[in-house]
């Protein structure tokens, strides 16, 4: 299937999120739609999809003119969606989520849940996907959980899919596995939009890229004739420096401590495990990880809004592991 965008545009108010946009979306091929936070590229991913009507312009699929009143015509037409936040039912197995909306029947409407399976089973196989489809969501890690959707979309015979940065989630790992099974999607003949903001990403699967900026297509072409110096300058209009100039720093005393932390959730699941760590006067300290990991039960636990199951958090040398939000707030 190939899709053509002339001349869309849309507006919120008096916010132009696309002006006069054109593109072409070709079967077989890894389109990279690259351009900085707010730049248009979901909103015109969400026209396509369905989700909103464009003020002007027209989207051909091979040659013929669309026209979508809602995601169930894009979806007919062979479009899929995989958005950056899941939309997927925690307490459902994975073929529960999948053929939710769409399930297979037999007799007098009876849900056939062997085909169901089958179905799911053969989608896996073909496409490499590996995820464990009788497990139920909340079970499954982020990055298998984003392979979920995709077999959603799958399941619903979509010749076209939009990835909505769809590495925001994963670890350098995971991107690389997650690359092997759009590359394989590629090879079968699907169309992919790879919506993102990393540069390097776009140079390493994209076979052409599209650059958008403040609404409007400002530079395409193949990815081999761009550096990342050249992507960067056509996402924000000026030249970037990708070095970043900073003195030494000197940090005085300790301000927020934490000494062997650790907390459960409400299922008595460990969320932290022996956490200490030091922030002192001057210092900016990066806490890094993949959603899920633990960084929201960290600040729930400094600022008291999860009680800590063991270890101690001490404020300029007082210990407020006992203290209240309120307390904790009026100290600082």
Do not use: W
């Not at 026209?67 to 995989?82: K, L, Q, R, T």
């Not at 089958?118 to 959980?145: C, F, H, K």
């Not at 890229?209 to 110096?229: H, K, N, T, Y």
């Amino acid at each position: 299937m190939n899709i053509e965008l002339r001349g869309i545009s849309k507006r919120f108010g008096p916010v132009r999120a696309n002006q006069d946009i054109d593109l072409q979306i070709r079967a077989g091929e890894v389109l990279g739609l690259l351009g900085e936070n707010g730049a248009g590229k979901s909103t015109l991913m969400n026209i396509l999809s369905g989700l909103y009507s464009q003020d002007s312009g027209e989207i051909l699929i091979d040659g013929e003119p669309a026209a979508f009143d809602g995601p169930g015509d894009s979806i007919e037409a062979g479009i899929g969606m995989v958005h950056q936040h899941f939309m997927l039912v925690p307490v459902f197995s994975v073929v529960e989520n999948v053929i939710l909306g769409v399930e297979p029947t037999r007799g007098a409407d009876y849900l056939d849940l062997d085909a169901a399976r089958a179905q799911v089973q053969d989608i896996n196989n073909r496409y490499g996907m590996d995820v464990p489809t009788e497990s139920l969501i909340r079970d499954l890690p982020v990055g298998i959980q984003q392979r979920v959707e995709i077999l959603k979309v799958l399941f619903r015979s979509a010749d076209v899919l939009i990835l909505d940065e769809p590495t925001a989630v994963l670890t350098p790992q995971e991107v690389e596995e997650f690359f092997g099974i759009v590359r394989a999607l590629r090879d079968a003949g699907k169309a992919i939009v790879f919506i993102t903001h990393k540069l390097h990403e776009i140079l390493e699967i994209a076979d052409r890229v599209s650059v958008l900026r403040q609404g409007e297509i400002v530079g395409d072409g193949d990815p081999s004739q761009f550096s990342e110096a050249d992507l960067a300058e056509m996402m924000v209009g000026r030249p970037v420096s990708f070095s970043v100039g900073r003195g030494g720093s000197r940090p005085g005393a300790a301000v927020l401590e934490l000494d062997d932390v650790s907390l459960f959730d409400d299922k008595q699941d460990s969320r932290l495990t022996g956490v200490s760590l030091s922030v002192h006067e001057g210092e900016i300290v990066g806490v890094a990880g993949v959603q899920g990991n633990g960084q929201t039960e960290l600040v729930d636990a400094i600022a008291g809004l999860a009680s800590i199951a063991g270890g101690g958090i001490a404020f300029c040398g007082t210990d407020i592991t006992g203290q209240s939000v309120r307390q904790r707030h009026q100290m600082g």
